[in-house]
């Protein structure tokens, strides 16, 4: 007689304590934790905590990117027990991986390869990373004869703690005003300002044997306080892998942009051995530099939760319930401040105020095709 498999259990993984996180991270992570869960045929149960023993096999929904030693000790030892990615160093999840050094002896962390840049050279905007602000200055040196340059925090999501020097002097007053112990520990990404036309959101989630693709816009907007923040994204999603996707035969410049995607994930892969990941997103800028020319490329990975999950379980969720179902489309909403009610087909991530964000509803609407 065969074994009866162990049941399982499907878990958030918070990267500080759960009482930390603002209200709407909590109440987004443990949504997304139970859909999980409903597609695995396992139990949702909340948060893991460190030194925890679990009875049922677990399953692991972290908040950020784990690194191999973070997934070693919780069991984790390839992407089918985890909804995001595993990567040998902290660095490799940010964007710092994006760029080469100023040169080859300039300063760097321990871990750093050398020829990943090399891979990726074609799939990402014109640029430099730097551990040190001599370096950040002589990258914006190199970069200010083709126009504005922009300086990008590793760590800070979407677009803030960036700035944008027009020349010399601003650069310099910029790289003064940053923390040198940040630059030194997690790095700074200097690159040509690109004025947007679009930023492409693409990406691949694996879940209980299922696999979706997709191709699709983001949308910005204003948070309570008026800085720009990431308001959502219209996604086309297939059953299936990228092959998939391209069969649908978008248009020319997302072809593209899904081709930039593959290249920068099957290079970090190639480079960067201990990388897995069941869930990957790039986000892809469309714009025109100072000169006018056209410019596409891989601004930063996303292999964790993200602003377009919602849309990617939701298709999951569409595929498993109709095996003939080969494509959705599916749109994430992130609204600050007062707002209608969200429409009555929608999954509700939050929906209330925020302790720390002010009004704040987060909503996934899938299309019927």
């Given at each position: 007689m065969q074994p009866q498999p162990q049941p399982g259990v499907v878990l958030a993984l918070a990267s500080e304590h759960p009482d930390e996180l603002s209200e709407h991270q909590r109440c987004t992570l443990l949504g997304f934790v139970r859909q999980v869960a409903a597609l695995r045929g396992e139990r949702a149960g909340g948060f893991h905590h460190p030194g925890a023993t679990h009875d049922e096999r677990p399953f692991f929904v972290p908040q950020d990117t784990l690194t191999t030693e973070e997934a070693a000790a919780l069991g984790i030892h390839g992407p089918q027990q985890l909804f995001g990615g595993v990567v040998p160093h902290a660095f490799v999840a940010t964007k710092a991986i994006s760029h080469a050094l100023v040169d080859p002896g300039a300063t760097c962390v321990h871990g750093w390869v050398h020829g990943l840049a090399a891979g990726i050279e074609a799939c990402v905007l014109p640029g430099f990373t730097v551990f040190d602000q001599g370096d950040a200055l002589t990258a914006g040196q190199r970069l200010l004869a083709r126009g504005p340059v922009r300086l990008k925090p590793v760590r800070a999501s979407g677009s803030r703690g960036q700035s944008v020097a027009q020349d010399d002097a601003s650069l310099r007053r910029a790289v003064a005003q940053m923390d040198p112990h940040e630059i030194a520990t997690h790095g700074l990404v200097v690159e040509v300002q690109v004025d947007e036309l679009h930023t492409f959101s693409i990406g691949q989630v694996q879940v209980a044997g299922l696999t979706a693709s997709y191709f699709g816009v983001q949308r910005s907007t204003r948070d309570n306080e008026g800085v720009s923040a990431y308001g959502g994204s219209s996604l086309t999603l297939v059953r299936g892998g990228y092959d998939a996707l391209l069969a649908l035969r978008p248009a020319p410049e997302v072809m593209h942009a899904i081709g930039q995607a593959r290249c920068y994930d099957d290079a970090v892969s190639a480079c960067y051995p201990g990388f897995h990941t069941s869930r990957s997103n790039c986000d892809v800028l469309l714009g025109r530099d100072a000169s006018g020319t056209l410019l596409c490329g891989v601004l930063e990975p996303s292999w964790r939760v993200g602003g377009a999950t919602g849309a990617e379980?939701?298709?999951?969720?569409?595929?498993?319930?109709?095996?003939?179902?080969?494509?959705?489309?599916?749109?994430?909403?992130?609204?600050?401040?007062?707002?209608?009610e969200p429409p009555p087909s929608a999954t509700v991530h939050y929906r209330g105020i925020d302790p720390r964000q002010g009004p704040l509803t987060k909503y996934t609407v899938l299309e019927d095709e």
């Open positions: 379980l939701a298709a999951l969720e569409r595929f498993a319930a109709d095996p003939g179902c080969k494509l959705v489309r599916a749109s994430c909403h992130e609204v600050y401040g007062d707002s209608p």
